[in-house]
């Protein structure tokens, strides 16, 4: 019996044991009945959405493989976006998604040409430790949940191999690229940086320069103006208005 036969026969008897009590307890059938029935609706609810939720994780995987695996096949836009809407909300609703998640969305941030979240997820994925499966230690319930139906599905691929072949390609390319494809993202980046910060650059150096330029004339003029040497040789005032009264006179 697997780990999820085990969890559904614990679940079973402590049904059992709630209804023997209220059995014990005087409580009338219908009232038992009623319980029973409410519980197992409830039980029923929990189980189908926990299902969906990982379901939703594979369904991820299989339409990014499809997209990530032909890259001369033309994908519409929103199509790519639908399923990086649909990893994102993986990731909102998982604290500790699978490192797996992370690779996929990433790439088809960078196919989409949204190189700066795609950097974001590769760097958290490549150069984060705590990423990483081996790290680990203290899973979500969500996480156990995930990881317990993945190795039933590596036991017996067979039940889902369009979602095992998706794992696998996309497990082989994070394996073989996911540095390759951080390096090649950032070096975009710093390209497109350059392009635009030139400019900003080349205005600043311009206005130091013309500053550097106006302060130089306006002490040259200062200079030019207040030369001691200068001030000295200017005759006195009274031998000038003298000199101009005795071209007056003469005239």
């Known amino acids: 019996m697997g780990a999820k036969g085990k969890e559904t026969?614990?679940?079973l008897m402590a049904i059992v044991v709630i209804i023997t009590m209220m059995m014990t307890?005087?409580?009338?059938?219908?009232?038992?009945?009623?319980?029973?029935?409410?519980?197992?609706?409830?039980?029923r609810a929990v189980q189908?959405?926990?299902h969906q939720q990982i379901s939703g994780i594979f369904r991820f995987y299989i339409a990014s493989n499809e997209i990530l695996r032909d890259?001369?096949?033309?994908w519409y836009g929103y199509e790519i976006a639908r399923v990086i809407r649909h990893g994102e909300n993986i990731l909102h609703s998982m604290n500790d998604a699978p490192p797996l998640v992370l690779y996929?969305?990433?790439?088809?941030h960078g196919r989409a040409g949204d190189d700066e979240q795609a950097c974001k997820l590769l760097a958290r994925l490549v150069e984060n430790e705590e990423t990483d499966e081996s790290r680990r230690f203290d899973p979500s319930a969500e996480l156990l949940r995930y990881v317990s139906a993945l190795r039933q599905l590596e036991r017996e691929p067979a039940q889902e191999p369009q979602a095992m072949a998706a794992i696998r390609s996309l497990e082989r390319a994070?394996?073989?690229r996911a540095a390759a494809m951080l390096a090649e993202v950032r070096g975009r980046l710093r390209t497109q940086e350059e392009k635009l910060f030139p400019q900003a650059s080349l205005r600043a150096n311009e206005t130091a320069r013309f500053g550097v330029a106006s302060n130089n004339l306006t002490a040259k003029e200062s200079v030019t103006t207040n030369t001691p040497g200068e001030m000295a040789h200017?005759?006195?005032?009274?031998?000038?208005?003298?000199?101009?009264?005795?071209?007056?006179k003469s005239a």
């Open 9 to 11: 026969t614990q679940k």
């Open 174 to 176: 994070r394996r073989t």
């Open 234 to 248: 200017r005759p006195p005032i009274a031998d000038v208005l003298r000199d101009v009264y005795e071209e007056k």
């Open 71 to 74: 890259e001369e096949r033309r």
């Open 48 to 50: 189908h959405s926990e």
């Open 104 to 108: 996929a969305l990433a790439a088809l």
């Open 25 to 43: 307890m005087g409580i009338p059938p219908a009232v038992i009945v009623f319980f029973t029935v409410v519980v197992y609706l409830v039980y």
